[in-house]
């Protein structure tokens, strides 16, 4: 689209749609149990070197503090970042793919497996954990129950001990971890305020353009941004929203559509998963898959992570691999 500031997004926007159509190249190629595997097993390990990276940096003191509030969270030191630019898009690529390799955990009988994939899971975790990204921590947390309660509905008694958990976690690190969860509602913290303001400003743009946006690229948000920004807010990148950047580019249609596709993913994974007939281990794969595009959503509330191409890939990708998981179930 064209801006009244004279910035064009075709670029930005034929890039985009064309890292989306991975999902049809996943689904249609994992044709067989054995490439099933071949990929999962390269997504975990890629996750897992990619966090060793940064709880690494956490352990040599190479941790960043330009995303922090250092005079409300003085116990933190900094945040990871790894092999991305930017904490919260580290912590959006390893949500994605934490919920699987559980999945894994739950359904492989090898032992040996099992044990290799949770290290794994719990390696990834502390690597999230340690991007102290309150919007991941959400959003996988939902992946997480999601994906225990598709497996079993007696997982439900987990959930309980787990929030314990996360309490007693909260009160033996008041300086760091209890502080972060202490403010995750609240606009005392400077980076909420920063996003709560952005959110106003935006919603003064939809005012004007939520049928059809503004069109993609960074260069058409700016142009127009600046035009309903709050006072000293005005150099927003873009709308820390998923949904808000979504329908400031594409429209309220674009959000149909977007729903739409998950709605029909959601209905083709459980209904696959559910089937009495059918294959135990890929639906639980598939709902591993969906379950990390799920937390990955509950991030998006609160950012907007898909300016990173490689994460709007990997979306897309772990998309089309649930519903790889279900055709290889099916065949």
């Not at 975990?44 to 250092?70: C, H, M, R, V, Y």
């Not at 032992?111 to 959400?138: D, E, F, H, P, Q």
């Not at 202490?182 to 005392?188: A, P, Q």
Request: proline share 2%; net charge positive; aromatic share 12%.
């Amino acid at each position: 689209g064209i801006t009244p500031g004279g910035h064009s997004g075709v670029k930005e926007a034929l890039v985009s749609a064309g890292l989306m159509l991975i999902y049809f190249l996943v689904s249609n190629l994992v044709r067989s149990r054995t490439w099933l595997n071949i990929t999962l097993a390269l997504c975990i390990t890629s996750a897992t070197i990619t966090s060793f990276i940064g709880i690494a940096e956490f352990l040599l003191g190479f941790a960043k503090l330009d995303w922090i509030d250092s005079s409300m969270f003085s116990g933190i030191t900094g945040r990871v970042t790894s092999v991305f630019e930017n904490p919260n898009v580290l912590s959006s690529y390893l949500i994605l793919i934490i919920p699987v390799t559980i999945a894994v955990c739950i359904y492989h009988k090898e032992r040996n497996v099992r044990l290799l994939c949770a290290i794994c899971a719990a390696i990834m975790i502390w690597c999230v954990v340690l991007t102290w990204s309150r919007g991941a921590w959400l959003g996988l947390a939902a992946g997480i129950v999601l994906l225990l309660l598709s497996a079993s509905s007696k997982n439900l008694l987990f959930v309980p001990p787990a929030a314990g958990a996360l309490l007693i976690a909260s009160w033996v690190f008041p300086d760091t971890f209890g502080a972060r969860l202490g403010n995750i509602f609240t606009v005392v913290d400077s980076s909420n305020h920063y996003r709560v303001s952005i959110w106003r400003g935006v919603g003064n743009m939809l005012r004007e353009s939520w049928a059809c946006g503004i069109g993609a690229g960074e260069l058409n948000f700016r142009a127009v941004y600046i035009n309903f920004a709050s006072f000293g807010i005005e150099d927003a990148p873009h709308a820390h929203s998923l949904y808000l950047q979504l329908l400031v580019q594409v429209g309220v249609m674009g959000l149909v559509f977007l729903f739409a596709t998950l709605f029909l993913s959601a209905q083709k994974v459980y209904s696959h998963k559910f089937d009495s007939r059918a294959d135990k281990a890929t639906g639980l794969i598939a709902v591993g898959c969906f379950c990390g595009v799920v937390a990955m959503l509950g991030f998006g509330l609160f950012d907007y992570t898909w300016y990173n191409y490689r994460i709007l890939f990997t979306f897309w990708a772990f998309l089309g691999l649930a519903s790889a998981a279900v055709n290889v179930g099916r065949e």
